[in-house]
């Protein structure tokens, strides 16, 4: 099979999506996952943008060894004088220079003639060449540019020394059809196109990013320049884990391979979006958190009984967790069962239909039912009562000069329990002191803030993921005052654990019974 070259552009392109900002270190770390995952090509930045871009560029090529370093460059000597500084000690350095080439951008943008815009390209290609061995070269606007121009430049950058020559579709303009016919006519139209590898860079405007760059691999296109998450300019780029899977999928139509360790596609995609702070989209194909996730009982059960019913691939290629059953008002009988013998609450025939009339109730108030709900509503229908317990009190005093402190009472039945603790905040404090006050040992696991209602007044809602025992249980609250929101969620993160215990002494004593 043809080997497509993965050129990930996340530190540069995908850096310059709005807010997403990483520090030096930052896009060291990134730079070395995406080593990991054995991308071919790292663009590590646009050197002469800033002091901060030179620098993290530096970083990567003394520090990051496997992947070709690359670093932007307009065509301009001082652009070049800095990518070839940015790059020194790379084990292998590329330097990819630009200039656009279309009408409306050399008329508006450069100001220059056709003529000029060649001779200039031209020469910061054989400018660059003679500081590293290998060079790309980009006709930027490609897509809205006229082919007899671009393949008279195209060829004199050739000529030049360039050795990749990439077509970007910038502003996402084109359609899948369209851009394959496009790179058809560039390879056929440029005499020396054998002579240089053919890439894309496609743009995400109108949702075809991933589609052009698969029609231009099926045109002759041989990299493809992507990024992590699909993140870059305006609505982004090409979705390298998208990309990839597409291939790694469909080899039946798309007889091509990458040099990428799946299996890494999950932490690379965790890792960019908690850096620079983009969360991934729940519906998000390959790594969003619905991508294995079944609600529908029809899909439901085709998946317990033969999961290609529904998946084309399995989340362990992509380095993630095994499907999940969502639990909602769509799930079906087998669905629920299913889950429940995986929890180790098995039930009759009947006191599982009983149990789930019950869940349908609940599904109907809640957009998905946790493990955790569950456990209460087994609870409910083997008729355990479940003491809870409830804040019956809490008081915080905090300060910048102050050790934050928490004073708690919580109550159950006849009992009260209080105790106080410090804490690295009030809200750890707050935790500390519960834990305290019940002699417990938990792990928190997540802990989430968010408005509910608009306002300065507005409800805060809090989650919070605990581990108990080795189990996760998961807690919410709501108020205006944030710290009593947290205390809240706590203290119903610990009443689904008594619940989940209840239950599972319901069934010890089923079991000894037998």
Known sequence: MDRIAIFDTTLRDGEQSPGASMSVEQKL?????LARLGVDVIEAGFPISSPHQLEGCKLISRQIKGPIITALARALEKDIDCAAEALHDAAHARIHTFIATSPIHMEYKLRKKPDEVVEMAVSAVRYARGKVAEVEFSPEDATRSEIPFLCRIIEKVIDAGARIINIPDTVGYAVPSEFGEFIRKIMEGTPNMHK???????????????????????????????????????????SLEEFVMALNVRKDRLPFSVGINTKQIWNT???????????????????????????????????????????????????????????????????????????????????????????LEIADRKKEVYDDDLYVIVADHLGKETETYTLDYFNIQSGNVAVPTATVRLATGGERFEEAATGDGPVDAIFNAIDRALGLTTRLLEYVVQAVTPGRQAIGEVSVSLEIDGRKFVGRGAS????????????NALNRWKAYLSARKGEEDENDAV
């Not at 860079?201 to 045109?219: E, I, K, P, R, Y």
């Not at 991508?291 to 290609?308: C, M, N, P, T, Y």
């Open 29 to 33: 770390e990134v730079a070395s996952q």
């Open 196 to 238: 240089a590898v053919l890439s894309v860079h496609c743009h995400n405007d109108l949702g075809l990013a991933v589609a052009n760059s698969v029609t231009a691999v099926l045109a002759g296109a041989r990299q493809v320049e992507v990024t992590v998450n699909g993140i870059g300019e305006r609505a982004g780029n090409a």
């Open 269 to 359: 995609a965790r890792l960019v979006a908690n850096t620079i702070g983009f969360p991934i989209p729940r519906n998000k194909p390959i790594t969003g958190e619905n991508a294995f996730a079944h609600e529908s009982g029809i899909h439901q059960d085709g998946v317990l009984k033969k999961r290609e019913t529904y998946e084309i691939m399995t989340p362990e290629s992509v380095g993630r967790d095994s499907s999940q059953l969502v639990l909602g008002r769509h799930s079906g009988l087998h669905g629920f069962k299913s889950r429940l013998q995986e929890l180790g609450l098995p039930l009759s025939e009947d006191e599982a239909k009983k149990a789930y009339t019950r869940f």
């Open 480 to 491: 205006t005052d944030i710290l009593e929101a947290s205390a809240k969620a706590y203290v």
